[in-house]
């Protein structure tokens, strides 16, 4: 009985379930485990310490360089300056686009390239809501996604009409689109200063993650035949640049803003300055920025500033960074004595205790 049971093509074969017979699955593979003593943990302290003290002082200080220039122009009430009356001006459909004026000093040159950034605030891009209110598969260049957006964008999805929106979604529907241009003071005239585009997003990111569809009869406009523009986009997104390489989805201020920040004031890259007459820098003296002035934030209390940054090799100004360096650096390098103090402590004792 026993016999035929075990001859029973119902039953398992034996070894099925062993694993393999390597040194990964049975665990054979050489391993080193040290044991730490006060010879090698004492020095690893303080050059882990000294290392983070140099790295530290280094971010420090570069950022030290760095020259900054901030602008306010949100125009609150009481603020003094000309953006106060677009600010409270009405935003009706229709209504034309209101412009001021922001004439500042620059107490210092600037050498270049200085890099120009907004910054709001009070300003939560990381609501779980809003963060989500995209179709990454619409914004990659899939032709399916572009006629059938993703039900996270809601409702920013269709229009009243039920096309469908492209880009969709909260994020792409709320894109910053002030505009500014900046001009120079020199020989009593004011000289336009260029402001560079080109760069201005991660490469990953307007060569892998944004993509425009295959065009259709070889146009733009063609290819978003059918869909409609965000609610609060003037114009569809092909219409968003004259320079073919960037409009529609690969264009770089609405890369820009889809990379949403983590707190709730944030600065973004708008232009670079480091073309013409200023590819060094920009000169101390009188400058002119006109602002065309197009997203409200009053009605959340948020502000708005315009940025003139230098950068270093280290980026933009970054103290908080050099900070962390330096206090994880001390921390070790105090570690390490506290573990010297301890071994010399105890070392003594146990040598008393042998005599």
Same mark, same amino acid.
């Given at each position: 009985?026993?016999?035929?049971?075990?001859?029973?093509?119902?039953?398992?074969?034996?070894?099925?379930?062993?694993?393999?017979?390597?040194?990964?699955?049975?665990?054979?593979?050489?391993?080193?485990?040290?044991?730490?003593?006060?010879?090698?943990?004492?020095?690893?302290?303080?050059?882990?310490?000294?290392?983070?003290?140099?790295?530290?002082?280094?971010?420090?200080?570069? =950022?030290?360089?760095? *020259?900054? +220039?901030?602008? !306010?122009?949100? /125009?609150?009430?009481?603020?003094?300056?000309? %953006? &106060?009356?677009?600010?409270?001006?009405?935003?009706?459909?229709?209504?034309?686009?209101?412009?001021?004026?922001?004439?500042?000093?620059?107490?210092?040159?600037?050498?270049?390239?200085?890099?120009?950034?907004?910054?709001?605030?009070?300003?939560?891009?990381?609501?779980?809501?809003?963060?989500? =209110?995209?179709?990454? *598969?619409? +914004?990659?260049? !899939?032709?399916? /996604?572009?006629?059938?957006?993703?039900?996270? %964008? &809601?409702?920013?999805?269709?229009?009243?009409?039920?096309?469908?929106?492209?880009?969709?979604?909260?994020?792409?529907?709320?894109?910053?689109?002030?505009?500014?241009?900046?001009?120079?003071?020199?020989?009593?005239?004011?000289?336009?200063?260029?402001?560079?585009?080109?760069?201005?997003?991660?490469?990953?990111?307007?060569?892998?993650?944004?993509?425009?569809?295959?065009?259709?009869?070889?146009?733009?406009?063609?290819?978003?035949?059918?869909?409609?523009?965000?609610?609060?986009?003037?114009?569809?997104?092909?219409?968003?640049?004259?320079?073919?390489?960037?409009?529609?989805?690969?264009?770089?201020?609405?890369?820009?803003?889809?990379?949403?920040?983590?707190?709730?004031?944030?600065?973004?890259?708008?232009?670079?300055?480091?073309?013409?007459?200023?590819?060094?820098?920009?000169?101390?003296?009188?400058?002119?920025?006109?602002?065309?002035?197009?997203?409200?934030?009053?009605?959340?209390?948020?502000?708005?500033?315009?940025?003139?940054?230098?950068?270093?090799w280290m980026g933009g100004k970054n103290p908080f960074l050099g900070i962390v360096y330096l206090v994880f650096g001390s921390a070790c390098i105090l570690t390490g004595f506290v573990m010297l103090a301890v071994h010399i402590k105890f070392q003594q004792q146990n040598q008393m205790d042998v005599e």
């Amino acid at each position: 009985m026993a016999a035929a049971a075990a001859a029973s093509p119902c039953a398992e074969p034996a070894g099925r379930n062993k694993p393999d017979n390597t040194a990964f699955t049975q665990q054979r593979l050489p391993a080193w485990q040290p044991l730490l003593s006060a010879g090698t943990a004492l020095p690893l302290f303080f050059c882990v310490g000294l290392a983070c003290l140099a790295l530290g002082l280094g971010l420090h200080f570069s =950022s030290g360089t760095i *020259r900054e +220039l901030e602008l !306010d122009y949100t /125009g609150a009430p009481g603020s003094g300056h000309g %953006c &106060s009356r677009c600010a409270n001006a009405s935003r009706a459909a229709g209504a034309e686009a209101c412009t001021c004026s922001l004439r500042f000093e620059l107490p210092e040159r600037f050498p270049g390239p200085v890099c120009l950034y907004y910054e709001l605030s009070n300003y939560y891009q990381n609501h779980r809501r809003y963060s989500v =209110s995209r179709d990454n *598969r619409q +914004l990659s260049g !899939d032709a399916a /996604g572009l006629r059938s957006p993703a039900t996270e %964008c &809601s409702p920013f999805r269709t229009d009243p009409r039920g096309l469908p929106i492209a880009p969709c979604g909260a994020i792409a529907n709320s894109r910053f689109n002030d505009t500014f241009a900046l001009y120079h003071l020199a020989n009593g005239t004011f000289h336009r200063v260029p402001l560079d585009n080109r760069g201005i997003s991660w490469w990953t990111d307007s060569n892998i993650k944004f993509s425009n569809p295959a065009l259709l009869n070889g146009t733009l406009e063609a290819t978003f035949k059918g869909t409609a523009k965000p609610p609060n986009w003037p114009q569809a997104a092909y219409l968003l640049d004259s320079n073919p390489n960037n409009t529609g989805f690969i264009n770089e201020d609405f890369i820009v803003w889809m990379r949403i920040a983590a707190l709730p004031t944030f600065r973004k890259l708008y232009r670079r300055v480091r073309e013409g007459n200023f590819s060094s820098g920009l000169p101390q003296g009188t400058y002119c920025l006109n602002i065309t002035y197009n997203y409200p934030v009053l009605s959340f209390q948020g502000t708005k500033k315009v940025i003139f940054s230098t950068v270093s090799w280290m980026g933009g100004k970054n103290p908080f960074l050099g900070i962390v360096y330096l206090v994880f650096g001390s921390a070790c390098i105090l570690t390490g004595f506290v573990m010297l103090a301890v071994h010399i402590k105890f070392q003594q004792q146990n040598q008393m205790d042998v005599e």
